[in-house]
């Protein structure tokens, strides 16, 4: 027997915090009857509906793909200024995916899609500790001091950014030069904020790693199934 946020998130269906919101906004029915709190223990022998459809995690596999986001594809299913969206843009042949955290509209990269909401949510989590990398092309002078300044973290409008560490990667004449900038928790717009509060304003952000999935070889728009690695 598990939480009810739970067990929906194993399904597939939506991550826990998603399920935890279907749930207090009344669209969970289990065996029967509406149910508005998470705090119900369920099993897989339980008849469990959301939004009237019948979920189960009998036979369900979980799966784990990477996909090269192209800048111009927002991370949503849906989103409200109908700006085209990565999932519109996945093959019709996989099946109902949820990403592992966000890349913005123009960052382009690695993203991790998955069956199980429940996996993703322990990708997400900041106690899991998983290190994402980035590179990064900056318009701004390069001073490795200032690296040095924020690498346990900075504090910019009031919100607290964790450890972060930066390596110049090329530079040279150009105005442009790339860094490589590894951080730990995936807070929006992290990188670019972090770089704008030393001076260097990010054009291009190419996210390489997150935790165990790297990018390798993809080109943009690609997607690969891969194993799934135990957390």
Sequence with gaps: MERIAKIIAKSGYCSRRDAEKLILDGFVVVNGEKILSPALNVGEDDEILIKGKKISLQGFKERVFIYYKPVGLVTTHKDNFERPTVFENLPKNLPRLISVGRLDLNSEGLLILTTSGEFARKMELPSTG?????RARVLGTIDEEKFNQIKNGVEIDGVKYGKVLVEVER???????WVRVTICEGKNREVRKILSSIGLKVNR???MSYGPYNLGNLKPNEIKEVEVVSL
């Design 130 to 134: 998983l290190k994402r990398v980035y």
């Design 171 to 177: 530079s040279g004449k150009s105005a442009n030069n």
């Design 205 to 207: 952000l190419i996210r």
